[in-house]
């Protein structure tokens, strides 16, 4: 397969727009970039808000520490946006976040000035945020991807307002431009001066990495793999230096540490893990920049291909998609081609189907490091030709009707275990 020039350059600005950095965990910042908007619409300091939001991204932000607060709860992150957000920073709207405004915000959602409640809409993905001063108000809308405002209105009118996010998925009516051997083409094939971007997330998320190693956070799946290693418990092999590394990178970003994350298909947990086992693996095989940019692209674009058939929140646990992509990523690091990256594809689907997302929170640092254990394994059996045979489950021997499975399974099968999960989360004390 060649690649057109236009082919070429409608996958890099898709690559573009899915690999972006991210602080804190995406699903309680697109409630703080929402109420950021509606802030600066109203023009004065917010007395109360009110936020909607659907029932996926409220499971995914119940749990997770907000970053700059020390406190969890999308309360909090509406407030921390209505405070001292910018929404001009997209995902990294809470940069600006100071102690003295997060013990604010803090507070404001603490005072019961922060009321949440779910839309009266059926959207996966969607937060509205209305926030009231004296006689006025003003409300941001979000939807289908976590940094897309869509409306704004001040007082009642509207004062800004675009199409939804649809297309970029190819549910409006620009086509889909991945399937997997595209991926492989351009990974391999597409000049390196087009590519070379994508370094940056491999010194962001692994800085990030490195931080979650040097101190406590959350409960330090990859901190607690790197003493067992110092102690000649595990040994210090590529593998566990990838698992550890990733990790890391999940315990600090779900603990609320304040650096950003390079983020994949709107998930800093997916990005990190599309990142850290490929940049571990190739540090350890002495492999050059090239070879590292071209497993990476290989890496984020097989998540983004997946993740576009099972859209951007389920009941399906994005490190499973993401620990996929890495292994694809690796297998060009070990001089494997498309056949081995289809049948780690296959492999994974086979082994890790079924892992389920109840939310983001510390636990998944824990998700993450299965996911990148169970990409190595199948890595390891696809380099030697083994994979999954196509009669077994939800796994076929045509690979984009393997990933059209995994995505019918995520989107259209777990829906009732979606609402399951969140009745569970909502009922705890």
């Known amino acids: 397969m060649s690649l057109s020039l236009s082919e070429r350059q409608s996958i890099l600005a898709l690559l573009r727009k899915e690999v972006v950095p991210a602080l804190g965990c995406t699903e309680p910042i697109a409630v703080a970039l929402a109420a950021a908007r509606a802030a600066e619409a109203l023009g004065q300091v917010p007395e109360r808000l009110y936020v909607e939001v659907s029932p996926n991204l409220l499971k995914n932000g119940m749990g997770v520490v907000v970053p700059g607060t020390g406190e969890c709860g999308l309360g909090v992150a509406a407030a921390a946006g209505a405070l001292a957000g910018r929404s001009a920073l997209g995902l990294e709207c809470l940069r600006d976040l100071d102690p003295q405004r997060a013990r604010q915000a803090c507070a404001m959602a603490a005072g019961d000035a922060v009321e949440l409640a779910l839309p009266d809409n059926d959207i996966l993905l969607y937060c509205a945020v ?3 001063a004296g006689e006025s108000s003003a409300r941001a809308e979000l939807r289908d991807s976590h940094d897309n405002i869509t409306r704004v209105w001040k007082d009642g009118a509207l004062i800004f307002g675009r199409d939804t996010d649809d297309a970029a998925y190819g549910q409006g009516d620009a086509p889909w431009p991945l399937s997997l051997a595209r991926v492989y083409d351009f990974a391999v094939h597409a000049p390196l001066e087009e590519l070379s971007f994508i370094l940056e997330a ?12 040097r101190r406590e956070y959350g409960l330090g799946v990859g901190r607690s ?5 110092h102690r000649n418990i595990l040994s210090d092999d590529m593998a566990t230096f990838a698992i550890k590394l990733t990790a890391a990178a999940a315990d600090a970003r ?7 994350v390079m983020s994949n ?5 997916q990005g990190i893990t599309c990142t850290m086992p490929v940049v571990a693996c190739a540090v350890r095989l002495g492999k050059s920049d090239e070879e590292l940019v071209r497993a990476l692209i290989a890496s984020h674009l ?4 997946i993740k576009h058939h099972l859209g951007r929140l389920s009941a399906h646990c994005g490190a499973m998609v993401a620990g996929t992509a890495a292994a694809c990523g690796i297998v060009l690091l070990l001089g494997g081609g498309l056949p081995e990256m289809e049948r780690t594809i296959r492999n994974m689907v086979g082994d890790m189907a079924g892992m389920i997302c109840d939310g983001a929170k ?4 824990l998700k993450v490091a299965s996911a990148v254990t169970a990409g190595l394994q199948a890595v390891m059996l696809a380099m030697d030709g083994k994979s999954v045979p196509g009669r077994e489950g939800i796994v076929d021997d045509d690979i984009e009707a ?5 995505g019918r399974l995520g989107s259209s099968g777990m829906r009732e275990a979606d609402k399951v999960i969140l009745d569970i989360m909502l009922k705890k004390k």
């Not at 491999?202 to 190693?213: D, F």
């Not at 779900?254 to 950003?260: F, L, P, S």
């Not at 097989?302 to 291909?305: L, N, P």
């Open 265 to 269: 298909s709107g998930s800093g947990n």
């Open 362 to 365: 510390s636990s998944c640092a």
């Open 254 to 260: 779900m603990a609320g540490v304040q650096m950003a």
């Open 302 to 305: 097989t998540s983004i291909h």
């Open 402 to 406: 393997c990933i059209a499975n995994l």
């Open 225 to 229: 793999m790197d003493d067992r290693i």
């Open 202 to 213: 491999a010194r962001m998320n692994r800085s990030v990495a490195e931080e979650g190693l």
């Open 130 to 132: 209305t926030a009231y």
